[in-house]
């Protein structure tokens, strides 16, 4: 019998995902997979390679916070958008086989890379290599800008919506009813704490909102999958769908659970810079976005490495939000989870510890 979801883990690994569409993208310490459900019910997986930053900011306390989440959400565009091809992907006709009906999903093992230099798929039984794709001449420059330039305007598109976006409205709600007028500081904190509220309903909303679509709702279902995978890792557990399917698709070493430390933060930091002008408002706040991300990275890496009650109140609303964004999976999807999460297992064992 698998262990309850309450139980004890006995280790945290640092090992993490990404849902796409119809998959999970894994990042092991040493290698990242992407786990896709093709139409034809076969599994794809592919090895997504990516150098680590060479930046001394990538170790600095603080400082890494933001390098790494550019880093992530890069590789984390590219394996969206590999996602979506797959699904776009028309099967191979070939001659009829006279086969026995497959009962497992079969991984299809290739190799991206999400730099500059192009890697040669690696030889093995299991690769099936495409004619279409390598007779196309390679667009390295191109494909590489693609993908910075996605990332960044993912970024700016969730500044604008989830940081300037409120300071425009509480400012606008200043002029119409002023907000702490004569109290200065306090006046000033209480202005933040509204932009804060409006913040978090923006965020809260949106997700809301898109989780009724039924692809985002599939997304979310995997997402759950990822959870409940890494918490079977994480109790020792053969990965199994029997031994997964208990777990809780909630996890507290969630992605979700940095962006509310992020908007926590932000309320803080934000305070301290005063309230001014619309526009020196909105330069302020982009000017601060780095080090609201780093300090809340060092936040959240604090909370993953202890247990106690400080760390779990830390975690407490990114589990609440976690019952809109990560669902319970079907069995079809734990198998993605497992291609995915078996790829970025290292081979040395503790090297994924948190």
Same mark, same amino acid.
């Given at each position: ?13 640092? $090992? ?26 076969? %599994? ?25 989440? *550019? ?36 991984? +299809? ?53 989830? $940081? ?11 002029? +119409? ?41 599939? +997304?979310? @279902? ?7 995978? %890494? ?31 992020? @908007?926590? $933060?932000?309320?803080?930091? *934000?305070? *301290? ?5 619309? $526009? %020196? ?10 080090? +609201?991300?780093? %300090? ?59």
């Amino acid at each position: 019998m698998a262990k309850e979801e309450t139980g004890q883990a006995t280790k945290r690994t640092a $090992i993490g995902g990404q849902a796409v569409l119809e998959g999970l993208m894994m990042m092991g310490p040493d290698k990242i997979a992407l786990a896709v459900r093709l139409p034809d019910g076969s %599994i794809s997986l592919e090895y997504l390679s990516a150098d680590k930053p060479a930046s001394r900011a990538a170790a600095v306390p603080v400082l890494r916070g933001g390098v790494r989440l *550019f880093r992530q959400l890069v590789i984390g565009v590219k394996a969206l958008l590999r996602s979506a091809d797959l699904m776009e992907e028309e099967p191979e006709t070939e001659e009829p086989e006279t086969e026995e009906p497959q009962t497992e999903p079969i991984p +299809v093992e290739t190799e991206l890379d999400v730099t500059d230099e192009a890697e040669p798929l690696a030889d093995s039984a299991d690769v099936v290599p495409s004619d279409e794709k390598a007779s196309k001449p390679p667009k390295k420059d191109s494909g590489s800008a693609m993908l910075y330039a996605s990332a960044a305007l993912g970024i700016l598109l969730g500044v604008g919506l989830f $940081i300037l976006l409120p300071n425009l409205i509480t400012g606008l709600l200043n002029r +119409v009813l002023p907000i702490g007028e004569g109290y200065g500081f306090g006046g000033t904190v209480l202005k933040n704490l509204i932009e804060g509220a409006f913040r978090i309903l923006l965020f809260v909303g949106y997700v809301a909102l898109t989780s009724r679509q039924k692809d985002i709702r599939r +997304v979310w @279902m995997y997402h759950g999958a990822e959870h409940k995978t %890494i918490a079977c890792y994480e109790h020792d557990l053969p990965l199994t769908v029997e031994n997964i399917r208990p777990f809780s698709p909630r996890h507290p070493r969630c992605g979700t659970s940095s962006l509310f430390v992020v @908007m926590l $933060i932000s309320i803080l930091l *934000f305070a *301290f810079a005063g309230w001014h002008s619309a $526009i %020196i408002n909105l330069l302020i706040r982009l000017a601060l976005v780095p080090l +609201v991300a780093g %300090i809340a990275y060092e936040i959240i890496r604090w909370a993953g490495r202890h247990d106690n009650a400080l760390s779990r109140l830390v975690s407490l609303p990114g589990l609440a939000m976690q019952r809109l964004t990560a669902k319970e999976p079907d069995d079809d999807m734990i198998e993605v989870a497992i291609e995915a999460m078996k790829a970025v297992i290292p081979e040395q064992s503790g090297r994924d510890e948190w």
